[in-house]
C-alpha cells in the first residue's frame, strides 16, 4: 500500500465517471482505493434501487378540485394582454401629449406622431401578440382600433388648442 | 418539413389545459405527481407536509401555465416549483424552531407496493434511506434527483438554477457524507 501517492477521492471519482485516467489506474494496483471504488459502487447500486414513494391517492382529486376553482388560465393570458395594451397606449399617450407641448402646430405633431408612435405600436404589438395568440384577436383588433382612433381624437385637439402652459 | 426538435409529449396537454381543459391538465398532474411528491418528502421529510406542498406545487404550475415555456421540459418546471416551495418551509421551519430534523419514519409506500418492490425493501435500503435522511437538504435533493429520479446532471442544474458542473461537485460530496455515514468505521488508508 503506497498511501502517500493515493489521489484525491473528488479526481479518483471525476475519473470514474469519465472511465479512464491516471487515478484510477493507480486505483487499481492499490488496495485502498480499490476499497472505497467497491464501497462506492455498493453505494451506488442501492442508491438507484431507491424509488420514490407514492403519492397520497388522493393528490390529484385534491389538486383538480382546487384547479375547478380557479379561472381558465387562458383567460389570464388575455387580460395580461388586454393589461400590456392599455398600459401602452395610456403610456404613449402621456408620452406624446407632453411632448406636444413643445411643438405648437397640428403638422408637427403629426410628423412627430409618425416618429414616436414606432414606439407605441411596439407596444400595442407586444399587448397585440399575447392575444394574437388566443381566440381574442377580433377583440384586439377592434380595441386598438378604437384606442387608436380616439387616440388620434385627442391628439388632434392637443395639436389645435394652445395647452395652458402656452396660453 | 421535419421537425429538428425531439417531440415534446407534455406540449399538446399544455396547450388544451390553457384552453381550459381540466382532462389534459389532469393527465399532466398525473404524470408528474410521483416525482412532484417524492422531491417534496425527501425535502420536508414529513408526509403531511409533502402532500400539501405538492398539491400547491401542482396549483401554481396551473395558475402560473400561461408564463411557462412549453420548449421546456414540464416536469423539470414543476419540479423546481416544488424544490422552491419546499425550501421556503425548510426556511421557515428552522425560524420557528431550531429543531432536530426527524429521520423519515417510512418513505416506502404502505399501500400499492408490488412484491418486487418489497423485495427490494431489504435491510441495506433501510439503512440507507436512514443514512439520507441525516444529510442536509442540499445534499437529499441532488442524491434523490440523481439517483431516484435518474435525471442528468444538466436537469438537475435547470430544476436547481444553477450550472451543470455545480451539480457534480455537490453530488460528489454528497455522496462521500453519504457513504461515511454508511461506513462504520472508516478508513483513514485511503486518504
Ligand atoms: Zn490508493
Given amino acids: ?167 | 418539413m421535419a421537425e429538428e426538435a425531439p417531440p415534446l409529449p407534455w406540449k399538446a396537454d399544455v396547450q388544451a389545459a390553457r384552453r381550459g381543459d381540466p382532462s389534459a391538465f389532469e393527465s399532466l398532474v398525473r404524470s408528474v405527481q410521483r416525482p412532484v411528491y417524492g422531491l417534496a418528502l425527501r425535502l420536508l421529510q414529513r408526509e403531511a407536509e409533502a402532500a400539501e406542498v405538492a398539491q400547491e406545487a401542482l396549483l401554481r404550475a396551473y395558475q402560473n401555465l400561461h408564463r411557462y415555456d412549453d420548449s421546456r421540459p414540464f416536469d423539470l418546471w414543476v419540479l423546481a416549483i416544488t424544490r422552491n416551495l419546499c425550501l421556503d418551509l425548510l426556511r421557515r421551519r428552522t425560524k420557528v424552531k431550531t429543531e432536530e430534523l426527524e429521520p423519515m419514519k417510512e418513505v416506502l409506500p404502505s399501500g400499492d407496493v408490488s412484491q418486487l418492490e418489497r423485495a427490494i425493501a431489504t435491510e441495506e435500503r433501510q439503512s440507507l434511506e436512514e443514512a439520507m435522511a441525516t444529510l442536509s437538504a442540499e445534499d437529499r435533493e441532488v442524491l434523490a434527483l440523481y439517483y431516484v429520479q435518474k435525471r442528468t446532471t444538466k436537469e438537475i442544474a435547470q430544476v436547481m438554477g444553477c450550472a451543470p458542473g455545480t451539480i457534480m461537485a455537490r453530488l460528489f460530496r454528497a455522496r462521500e457524507k453519504l457513504r461515511k455515514k454508511m461506513t462504520p468505521a472508516p478508513e483513514e488508508a485511503a486518504r
Fill in chain 1, 1 to 167: 500500500m503506497t498511501p502517500h501517492l493515493c489521489p484525491d477521492l473528488e479526481v479518483l471519482f471525476a475519473e470514474l465517471e469519465e472511465g479512464e485516467g491516471p487515478a484510477l489506474d493507480h486505483a487499481a494496483e492499490c488496495e485502498a482505493c480499490s476499497a472505497v471504488l467497491e464501497e462506492h459502487r455498493l453505494m451506488e447500486n442501492d442508491l438507484y434501487r431507491l424509488a420514490d414513494p407514492l403519492p397520497p391517492p388522493t393528490l390529484v382529486a385534491s389538486v383538480m378540485a382546487r384547479v375547478a376553482a380557479e379561472p381558465i388560465p387562458q383567460r389570464r393570458e388575455v387580460w395580461s394582454g388586454v393589461a400590456i395594451l392599455l398600459t401602452s397606449l395610456v403610456g404613449g399617450l402621456g408620452y406624446l401629449l407632453m411632448n406636444d407641448q413643445a411643438l405648437g402646430r397640428f403638422g408637427t405633431g403629426v410628423a412627430s406622431f409618425v416618429v414616436e408612435g414606432r414606439l407605441f405600436a411596439e407596444g400595442i404589438l407586444s399587448g397585440a401578440h399575447a392575444l394574437w395568440s388566443t381566440a381574442g384577436l377580433a377583440v384586439a383588433t377592434t380595441l386598438a382600433f378604437l384606442l387608436l382612433t380616439s387616440l388620434l381624437g385627442l391628439k388632434r385637439l392637443a395639436g389645435n388648442v394652445p395647452t395652458p402652459s402656452e396660453a
